[in-house]
């Protein structure tokens, strides 16, 4: 096993990365500390899948090893001495180094307690056994897997499990972590797991908005969101965020929409999805509960606002200009929302024209050419470039020359 996973594990690494590694295994033995590649990086190789995420722990100082490696190798370092970690730059690579700590939980929710200690603790904190596995990097071990939970056996499975029946009251965030794993990999819960959470869903409360939207954006950053959605929906456990939340087969479709649109949807496109039917107050109570940045919260309140008087874009003669006045105060990101969740092709089709071409439009002349044409600096300058830009929209004129026709005419007709 111990050879085939070090021949495994220096397939993968690049040369580079692996340089690094064996270099960083090198210090390692000489200060007699275990070295070892730890998380999802391990459960990918064994997966076989490319994950070039180099997480590491040390049964030692990270930080002293971090700094023998840079003095060795070079590249930056950046310690947190405090917290027993460090990264080291070097080009595009990146190496996050981590003291091996045990820890305990203070009351549900709270951020654990650590302490130094060995490789087998600081997996035994971890949130699933195919997370909760470790390769030696240390020179005389190189490749050889630690396993303490039984997660190759789960991998084998396709399962994912907790480590013990209290893991998602210390940290509820893993209950989105275990959907988000399930559905990414096709996996199942185990039956005991599932249960803990169906028993341990309410606790979802005890996690501070931060970090449930830390774990929210990243099931949208799956390529599928909407699988792990459809599932956390069944467990219950969007209900926990919001009652409204939903992840059924009309949010599928469209977030799939989304994606055939834009490569990969910002997550403000998909958020506006998924509260594209909800109040206004619906949407100010998912942005207190997830913490929204002030941006992504704009960007769904506008969705909303938008999907409230979309009815405004139905009216069978309704001129570009008029469309593009109505829409020009919305962000753009709201505007693709409502072009893909509405169900009225009229409605999509000017969204989009909107998007494509309306708001690209200028008119060619700019304001020094109105001055050359005689019309003094000042507030009338702005209002004509703006006639000049509704013109052009409705395609009152459609050359340089046509504008400056129009522009002698407005002249003419203001003497
Ligand atoms: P991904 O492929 O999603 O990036 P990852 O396993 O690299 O997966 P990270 O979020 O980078 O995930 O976390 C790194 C490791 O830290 C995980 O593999 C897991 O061992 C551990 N971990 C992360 N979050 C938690 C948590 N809430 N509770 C316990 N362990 C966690």
Known sequence: MSQSLAIQLAERLRSEPLDLVRIAGEIAERSGYGLY?????????????????LDLVVEGDAVELARALQRQAGGEVLTH???GTAKLRRGDLLIDLATARAESYEHPGALPTVRPSTIVDD??????????????LDASNFGRLVDPFGGQEDLSRKRVRVLHDNSFIDDA???????????????????????LLRRDVSMLHTVSGDRTRHEVELILREPCPEKALARAEGLGLLAQIHPSLRGNGWVAEKFRTARATAHPPALGLYLSILVYHFTDQEVEDLATALKLPGATARVIRDSVRLRQSLHALETPELSPSTAYRFLEDYS????????IASDSPLVQTRLKLYLDRWRHVKPSLDGQALQRMGIPPGPRIGRMLRALLEARLDQR?????????????WMSQEK
């Open 332 to 339: 753009p990101t709201s505007i693709l929302a409502c072009a």
């Open 37 to 53: 590649l730890v998380g999802g990086a391990v459960r990918d190789l064994l997966l076989g899948q490319a994950n070039l995420d």
């Open 397 to 409: 004129v459609r050359t340089r020359s046509e504008e400056a026709n129009l522009v002698r005419l």
């Open 81 to 83: 001495p405090r917290f």
């Open 123 to 136: 997996l035994a904190r971890r949130d699933f056994t195919i997370n909760a596995m470790a390769i030696h």
């Open 173 to 195: 965030t893993r209950m989105l972590r275990a959907v988000r794993y399930e559905q990414r990999f096709d996996f199942r819960l185990d039956p005991a797991t599932e249960r």
